[in-house]
């Protein structure tokens, strides 16, 4: 874990300044201060739970926005733990990642193939069920400061996990790791337990005109 570069985000990038920019204010105005000494002040953010970030909606960019996550995180020197629920092995690109990323961003992708209706579920649970074991597994040394749980919103929506479970993990884990969870159809319990959530909304895809997925692109 490297909590201490979370911790040490140079000034002009930290959430308050950003805050600033943006025209919100976080923190009630100080009489006669400015944005260095509301900075210097908040030791509440380093002892918050992580961040849980909600990517839902039926349009494109919900996996490749977390991994836009991974990518910028790992520019900080955290470690990504990316648990994929509904994808077979080298069905992707970030399968194929090699050194020196794959050691800060770790892939492991499951699934037991399209769960179309009137599928038997049984097989799907149990990939989840393995696929959350094996997260809880890799999660007990600490090691990682962001967790994707790539698809999991779909696999509330299905019903292959409980979301109790889900929403328990969350609550019971400390400041470390984010999460990020994507997945169309989102539950409203995720949707209340999430700090930040954003719908991606289709307006337009090739598929529709009947058009193969692009590697790099897609997949
Ligand atoms: P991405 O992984 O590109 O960020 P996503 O996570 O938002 O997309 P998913 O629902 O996970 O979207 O779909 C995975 C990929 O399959 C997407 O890249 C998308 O372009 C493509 N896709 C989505 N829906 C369909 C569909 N009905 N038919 C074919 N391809 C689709
Ligand atoms: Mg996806």
């Avoid at 201060?33 to 992580?50: A, I, W």
Wanted: one cysteine or more; a neutral charge.
């Amino acid at each position: 874990m490297v909590s201490g570069e979370r911790q040490g985000m140079r000034e002009e990038q930290s959430p308050v300044a950003l805050s600033f920019l943006l025209g919100i204010t976080t923190q009630p105005e100080c009489e006669g201060g400015n944005v260095k000494d509301h900075m210097d002040e908040g030791t509440e953010s380093d002892n918050r739970k992580g961040v849980v970030i909600l990517f839902t909606g039926d349009g494109k960019g919900k996996t490749t926005a977390a991994l836009g996550c991974a990518l910028r995180a790992a520019g900080r020197g955290m470690k990504t733990l990316i648990i994929q629920f509904m994808k077979d092995r080298g069905a992707s690109g970030e399968h194929l990642l090699s050194s020196p990323l794959s050691t800060l961003i770790e892939v492991h992708p499951f699934g037991a193939g399209f769960l179309r209706p009137g599928d038997d579920p049984g097989p799907h649970r149990k990939v989840v069920r393995e696929a959350w074991e094996k997260m809880k597994g890799l999660l007990r040394d600490d090691r990682f400061d962001l967790l994707v749980l790539d698809e999991l919103a779909y696999v509330l929506h299905a019903g292959l996990l409980p979301e109790k479970t889900v929403i328990g993990f969350l609550e019971g884990r400390g400041a470390s790791p984010h999460v990020i969870i994507t997945g169309r159809s989102a539950p409203q319990s995720l949707i209340d337990r999430a700090d930040i959530v954003t719908e991606m909304r289709e307006v337009k895809h090739p598929y529709r005109r009947g058009l193969p997925p692009i590697p790099g692109i897609d997949y």
